[in-house]
Nanobody, 123 residues
Framework: QLQLVESGGGLVQPGGSLRLSCVAS????????IGWFRQAPGKEREGVSC????????YYTASVKGRFTISRDNAKNTMYLQMNSLKPEDTAVYYC????????????????WGQGTQVTVSS
């Protein structure tokens, strides 16, 4: 029973901040590569940020660099995505993911997925 449960999404104004959380159950998150992905309407799912990957260790897609921060709290078996200076184009369903050892931030490399949380940046 490997499970990731997400929370923290919602409606926020441009320039605002949100922190997404993802609690792992049934496995130890510290031993895994972790990632945050998002899918906007009409778009394919894209890697936003990944941690614990090969060749560099941490990845951010260019559009979020300097605004988003990926982290994990091993004691709580929880991963986070801190999102600052949010823009309307950040609107999407955000998914957390984990894998035993991922090479990069490609979604097909991740076996365990959260159910998604909606982030809407508007008004």
């Amino acid at each position: 029973q490997l499970q990731l449960v997400e929370s923290g999404g919602g409606l926020v104004q441009p320039g605002g901040s949100l922190r997404l959380s993802c609690v792992a159950s049934g496995f130890t998150l510290a031993r895994y590569s972790i990632g945050w992905f998002r899918q906007a309407p009409g778009k394919e799912r894209e890697g936003v940020s990944c941690l614990g990957i090969k060749d560099g260790g941490t990845y951010y897609t260019a559009s979020v660099k300097g605004r988003f921060t990926i982290s994990r709290d091993n004691a709580k078996n929880t991963m986070y995505l801190q999102m600052n200076s949010l823009k309307p184009e950040d609107t999407a369903v955000y998914y957390c993911a984990a894998d035993r050892r991922s090479y990069d931030c490609s979604d097909y490399e991740y076996n365990y997925w959260g159910q998604g949380t909606q982030v809407t940046v508007s008004s």
